[in-house]
């Protein structure tokens, strides 16, 4: 059985970061943070790089979070996989969440780890009814450890398995329904999913759960080819957000109006303007989306 989390505490963590945009927190840009104070929406911090009890990480997200809403993303959970989830990991898990009290918290729809060997790729998972099943039983988990609401973040996705039975958008929903959780929509991994495997990004937008989304995703991929010489994008988190994103960002917020967006960009991390100006882009539309709003309404 699937346990809801209680709709008040659901409410006020979604309630407590705004319909900006924001960046991930990177270590080599807090002292620029910090000496500017930028005007952002909110900081995202990995998880995994604050399961350490002190030292200089917690002291500069600490001075980050004194002037910033944050955002929790896990990285290392491995909700998607077979085991059982590691308790440790849990309980550190839980720890972050009531030493920062972030405004949003989130995982990935992955798998990261086997026996006792851990990989530094997120996984896909088949989307068939014993997975879903597992997952949902792993959210459920997550969320009464924690004692919040968790947003799960859909996949970029390389290949297909023959044994998936329905699709990524009714496996989504479908464990939002179960659970109460609620989604993290990766626009750059909607696009580079669905190039990856000849679908329409615009099509999946259609149909995602727009209800269910607490937080926006957007970040860069790089192009590739498979073996067979076919295109192929890498999310990669390396460069700017493609103009194909962009647009898809764009028609996403015009439709269904403002929601906290995040830039990410993890490796080959570029001076601190640059990624702050990502942030200002994806500011603007979200600017424009509540301007045309006020007119509608005013």
Same mark, same amino acid.
């Given at each position: ?35 500017? &104070? ?97 997952? =949902? ?39 939002? &329904?179960?659970?109460? =959780? ?117």
């Amino acid at each position: 059985m699937h346990a809801e989390p209680q709709p008040d505490t659901a409410t006020r963590t979604a309630a407590a970061i705004a319909a900006n945009a924001g960046a991930g927190l990177k270590g080599e840009h807090v002292r620029a943070v910090l000496e500017t &104070r930028p005007e952002i929406g909110f900081f995202e911090v990995h998880a995994e790089n604050y399961m350490g009890a002190g030292g200089a990480p917690h002291r500069n997200l600490e001075a980050i979070r004194r002037d910033y809403p944050v955002s929790l993303h896990g990285v290392g959970l491995s909700i998607g996989g077979v085991q059982p989830l590691d308790k440790a990991h849990l309980q550190r898990l839980a720890a972050l969440n009531k030493r920062y009290e972030p405004g949003l918290f989130s995982e990935h729809l992955a798998w990261s780890t086997h026996d006792t060997t851990y990989f530094n790729d997120l996984l896909p998972v088949p989307y068939d009814e014993a997975t879903l099943e597992r997952v =949902c039983d792993h959210v459920d988990e997550v969320q009464e450890t924690v004692g919040r609401q968790m947003l799960l973040e859909n996949p970029s996705t390389y290949v297909a398995f023959a044994q998936s039975t329905m699709s990524e958008l009714d496996f989504l929903k479908e464990i939002a &329904r179960r659970t109460g =959780c609620g989604l993290l929509l990766d626009v750059n991994n909607v696009h580079v999913s669905c190039s990856n495997h000849a679908r329409s990004a615009e099509d999946y937008l259609a149909e995602f759960p727009m209800q269910a989304v607490g937080e926006i995703h957007l970040g860069g991929h790089a192009p590739d080819t498979d073996d067979a010489g076919r295109p192929l994008l890498i999310d990669a988190h390396d460069r700017e957000v493609d103009a194909a994103v962009w647009a898809l960002y764009d028609g996403l917020i015009r439709q269904h109006g403002p929601l906290p967006t995040l830039i990410e960009w993890d490796n080959d991390v570029p001076a601190w303007p640059v990624l702050l100006a990502e942030v200002q882009a994806a500011e603007r539309v979200l600017a424009g989306a509540a301007d045309r709003h006020l007119k509608r309404t005013g």
